[in-house]
Structure formats: structure tokens, C-alpha cells
């Protein structure tokens, strides 16, 4: 297995948070001494933006760039040109950094609204997307993946995330259904999908000829349980650790690498546990996380 984490483990997330997450170069030192052999990019500016400095960062800890995360409010049409500028300028230092292997992980603009931030986790089908409004959330996401393949030769996976639009089973269906094959890949987070009430492994079966990109991440069935009866918003649910480290939760990692090998799966595993700044010890936890994999190959 290539096993890959990415700065989210660290607290780097792409919301405005209290509390304050470690730099890159802590962040890139603790992956390599871990294990780790690969990484994504984390936000804007986290890591160095000039493809010379960006790779000669990677290099010295022997480390792959494996992608970019872009998060567009796709549904609103006014958002579509500077989201495709946003995704572009990711792309661009990707290529420059890594050639045309990285993937720009497209995904809403999650936690702006404040239903789906509300209700994340218990989804129901009134909480989603128009007709009107899917039309327009499908020619974005074509319209950002068409321009970063013309510029760059880059492809673009898109993530299903708790708190956006697009998170629940069915909506993951309508999107696989509607958008090109040939275009949008699937990056196929396991914890994401659990916590959006689905079950990883039917789905990864059901998807696996998009799935191009996959996070590994765990969700405590507890937690989620209890988020669901106190009505916690996303940022509760993760604060009290829904998504705990890798085999602690009820995500059943053993099937879900005998489903990718089963399919000749040949991309990468990215580790996410997503936590906020100054929660628990990432090092340790990231740690943990790589010694249960190496478990169960």
C-alpha cells in the first residue's frame, strides 16, 4: 500500500477556527518520521506556494504531493468563476511540483450553510439541493474539472463531505450519475460516508470505477449516535471525535482493502482524521494510525 496522510491530521482544516495549528515543517517532519511517503497540500499558503521551494520541502523528507483540496459553493452560480481561478492556481502549483499525478479533490464549501453544518449527519432528503440548483452545482464542477485538465493535464476527483452539499447516500449517487466519467472522478472518504449514514463498503462496490482517490478516515459509532440524538452541528460532532483513529470506529478497513483489491485498486491511501486545532496529539494519533494499517495488510 502507498500510505499518505494529509495536514488535517495536524488541525489544518479549511474552516476559519480558534486555536492555531502547527506549521508545515513540523507538520511534513512528523509525517516522515512516522512513515508516511506521501501528502496533500492543506490550505492556500500552508505550505510554500513556489513549486521550486514546494518540492525541494518534499524531497528532503522524501515525501509525494498527491493533491489539492478546492472547496466552491457550487450551487450558487456566482461562485463558479473564482472557484475555477481558485482550483487553476492549485493546479498549476501541482503540476509544477509533482507533474500530472496529483489530483485537485473538489468539494462544496462546506459549513457555510448553516442547515447542512446543522444537520450533518442526519441528512434528510428536504435538506438537499434543487433540481434547479443541482443543475448548476453539475456544470461548475464540470466547468472547474475541464479547465484544470485543458491547462494542466490534471484530473479532479470530487469529495463527498458532512456540513456541504453532497454528503448523504443518494446524493453521492445523483452526482456520480450526473457529472462525466471521463471528467470527475470520486474521491471516496470512508469516515465522510459513514457519518452521512452510508455504508463504505456497498457504496466503494457500487462506485468503484470512479473512485480514483481514497481517504481513509473512521467514524465513532457512538459519537455519531450521540450527535444525532443532542443535534450537535458539524463542528460539535468533530470537537467530541467522530472521527476517531483508524480501527476504533465502525468502519470496516480489513473488507474495505480486500474491496480495493479485489478491483486492482493502484492509487493511494490518504489518512484523514480530521481534528481541530489543539485537540488531542496528533503525532501520536497519526502514528497509531499508521501502525493499524500496517496490521491488517
Known amino acids: 500500500m502507498k500510505i499518505a496522510n494529509a495536514p488535517c491530521s495536524w488541525g489544518v482544516l479549511e474552516f476559519e477556527l480558534d486555536g492555531e495549528a502547527p506549521g508545515y515543517a513540523q507538520v511534513l517532519d512528523e509525517m516522515h518520521e512516522i512513515g508516511y511517503i506521501g501528502t496533500e497540500l492543506g490550505d492556500w499558503g ?4 513556489d513549486a521550486e521551494n514546494l518540492r525541494a520541502e518534499l524531497a528532503a523528507r522524501q515525501l ?3 493533491g489539492a483540496f478546492v472547496a466552491v459553493a457550487l450551487a450558487d452560480p456566482e461562485t463558479h468563476t473564482v472557484g475555477e481561478a481558485a482550483a487553476l492556481r492549485h493546479a ?18 462546506n459549513a457555510i450553510t448553516e442547515l447542512r453544518t446543522r444537520y450533518a449527519g442526519r441528512i434528510r432528503p428536504e435538506h438537499g439541493l434543487t ?52 471528467l470527475i472522478g470520486l474521491c471516496f472518504d470512508t469516515g465522510h460516508y459513514r457519518f452521512g449514514g452510508g455504508d463504505p463498503i456497498e457504496a466503494y462496490a457500487r462506485h468503484a470505477d470512479r473512485v480514483w482517490h481514497v481517504h481513509f478516515k473512521d467514524c465513532h459509532p457512538e459519537v455519531a449516535a450521540r450527535s444525532r440524538k443532542d443535534g450537535w452541528d458539524y463542528f460539535e460532532s468533530v470537537g467530541n471525535g467522530v472521527f476517531c483513529e483508524l480501527g476504533k470506529g465502525d468502519v470496516d478497513f480489513p473488507a474495505f482493502l480486500a474491496e480495493l483489491r ?26 497509531r494510525n499508521l501502525q493499524y494499517l500496517n496490521s491488517i495488510v
Open 64 to 66: 509525494k504531493m498527491l
Open 92 to 109: 498549476r502549483l501541482l503540476a509544477d511540483t509533482a507533474g500530472e499525478t496529483p489530483f485537485i479533490v473538489l468539494s462544496d464549501d
Open 131 to 182: 433540481p434547479a440548483q443541482w443543475d448548476t452545482f453539475i456544470q461548475g464542477a464540470h466547468r472547474i474539472a475541464r479547465s484544470v485538465r485543458d491547462e494542466t493535464g490534471l484530473r479532479t476527483v470530487f469529495h463527498p463531505h458532512c456540513a456541504g452539499y453532497v454528503e448523504a447516500p443518494a446524493e453521492i449517487d445523483t452526482l456520480m450519475e450526473r457529472t462525466d466519467p471521463s
Open 262 to 287: 479485489k478491483r486492482n485498486y493502484d492509487g493511494w491511501i490518504v489518512v484523514e482524521q480530521d481534528v481541530l486545532p489543539g485537540m488531542g496529539s496528533p503525532y501520536e494519533s497519526a502514528e
Open 46 to 49: 500552508f505550505m510554500p506556494t
